[in-house]
């Protein structure tokens, strides 16, 4: 080969050797910014992992008292559902019962309500019985003043007719009937001295008298017997019309010659009439 030609080979070769030696130092200069560069967002990375592992420590910490507190909170809760489930159960047990006493108390309510109308119809009878009662009374009270001013004006009229015609007032006295006593002493007085003398029996004393006036709405009489002739209240009479019993009565108010009495039997009413006889039996 030429001198030249092996000049401007080996010229070559340093031209191609320097850009190799420079290619090479500028990759490793590429590899070395590069290095640092990675080796500096290692670092950041790595800071950035302490800050956030110390982050989720104090979190950690924080879930921790977190859930310490909650599972204290658990266990109170716990306990009040334990203690509302009994007193859920308690209450339960009392309502049962208050609904059973509610059924009976129902129950009574209902026999006592029956028990009420039944006293409420009662005390409607009642009522309705107490009214007529009341107007039956307030009927007998009328009559009973009609009747009382009746009798009165009754005994002032008989009273002013006996003053006025006293001597028209008759008194009838029924004799004793005759015994045959007189013929049993000639009989005895014929008879032998041993033997006694038979006595006749005594006949009943009657007072009789007659009838003045008859009141027949109020089913009275006035007679012409009073205390001079020893009538009373209560003394019973019987009255006859022509010597055949009519009826009887009952003094109720005496005087002294005259008595009213008020006639015993029912259909006697309208019977007896003035001019009837009456006898007193004592």
């Known amino acids: 080969m030429p001198k030249s030609n092996k000049g401007s080979a080996l010229t070559l070769l340093l031209i191609i050797a320097f850009l190799a030696a420079s290619v090479a130092a500028t ?32 979190e950690r910490d924080e879930l921790i008292k977190a859930k310490q507190a909650l599972e ?64 039956s ?17 009754l005994e002032r009229r008989v009273k002013e007719m006996l003053t006025s015609q006293a001597s028209e007032a008759e008194k009838i006295v029924v004799k004793p009937a005759q015994s045959s006593a007189s013929e049993e002493s000639t009989s005895a ?19 009789s008298g007659k009838v003045l006036v008859v009141n027949r709405e109020f089913n009275f009489v006035v007679v012409n017997l009073g205390t001079k002739d020893g009538m009373q209240i209560g003394t019973k009479v019987t009255i006859f019309r022509n010597d055949k019993k009519i009826g009887s009565a009952q003094v109720e108010r005496v005087y ?7 006639l015993l039997a029912e259909e006697q009413k309208g019977q007896s009439k003035e001019g009837d006889q009456i006898r007193v039996v004592s």
């Open 27 to 58: 990759m490793f200069f590429m590899d070395r910014n590069k290095e640092q560069a990675r080796r500096m967002w290692a670092e950041d990375q790595l800071e950035k992992i302490k800050t956030a592992k110390e982050s989720l420590e104090k």
């Open 72 to 135: 204290g909170q658990v266990s109170d809760v716990s306990t009040q559902a334990k203690k509302l489930a009994d007193d859920l159960a308690a209450e339960k047990r009392a309502r049962e019962a208050v609904s059973a006493e509610l059924v009976k108390t129902r129950g009574e309510a209902d026999d006592l309500t029956g028990q009420l109308r039944t006293q409420e119809d009662e005390k409607k009878a009642i009522t309705e019985e107490l009214a007529k009662a009341k107007q």
């Open 137 to 153: 009374y307030q009927a007998l009270s009328n009559e009973l003043t009609t009747l009382r001013q009746a009798k009165e004006a």
């Open 189 to 207: 007085a014929a008879a032998p001295a041993a033997a006694a003398p038979s006595q006749a029996a005594p006949s009943a004393k009657a007072t």
């Open 256 to 262: 002294e010659n005259m008595s009213a009495a008020t």
